[in-house]
């Protein structure tokens, strides 16, 4: 399945993976990853199925298991790690991960199967926001998926 990704750097540079998840696409993340291409990073903005215009239909979370969804959105960072490793700009040996939001949920669930040459991983307030603060029916779930994917990459 292909994936809509937004992709800028230069020739062998650290590789920089910034996981989008808004409807408004990987333009949501110009600034930030503008930043990073200064800086000489290679950067990656993949928009997760269904979201930003990308193919495919967004990944349920129906009875709020997510562990398991954060795992399955995981396939999108996959997929972007795999072309990214494909090109000639970036250090397949030096990538690092950032997500906000949802995308921070997905970056740690990724982080937990991750593949060699993944240095690291940035969850930028993240973990699926609640609608309500004072009243948060995802809390044990996101506890339980976060427990669950700090047990590392298996590599």
């Known amino acids: 399945m292909s994936r809509r990704v ?9 590789g920089r993976l910034l996981t989008a998840n ?10 930030a990853s503008n930043a990073f291409v200064a800086q000489g990073f290679a950067v990656v903005v ?3 199925r269904g979201y930003g215009g990308s193919e495919g239909n967004r990944v349920g979370n129906a009875g709020g298991d997510l562990t398991r969804y954060g795992l399955e ?7 972007a790690i795999q072309f990214l490793k494909t090109q000639p700009y970036a250090d397949a040996k030096r990538i690092v991960v950032i997500g906000q939001s949802t995308g921070g949920l997905v970056t740690m669930a990724y982080l937990s199967v991750a593949e060699q040459g993944v240095l ?7 973990g699926v926001r609640p609608r309500n603060l ?4 995802f809390l044990d779930a996101r506890i339980e998926a976060f427990a669950t994917y ?3 990459p298996k590599y």
Do not use: K, V, W, Y
Request: hydrophobic share 30%; net charge negative.
């Open 6 to 14: 937004a992709a800028a750097g230069r020739r062998d540079r650290q």
């Open 22 to 31: 808004d409807a408004n696409g990987p333009e949501r993340f110009l600034t």
């Open 46 to 48: 993949p928009m997760r």
């Open 73 to 79: 959105n995981a396939l999108d960072i996959q997929a």
């Open 120 to 126: 690291s991983g940035i969850n930028f307030h993240g």
């Open 134 to 137: 004072n009243d948060d029916p």
């Open 150 to 152: 700090t047990n590392g």
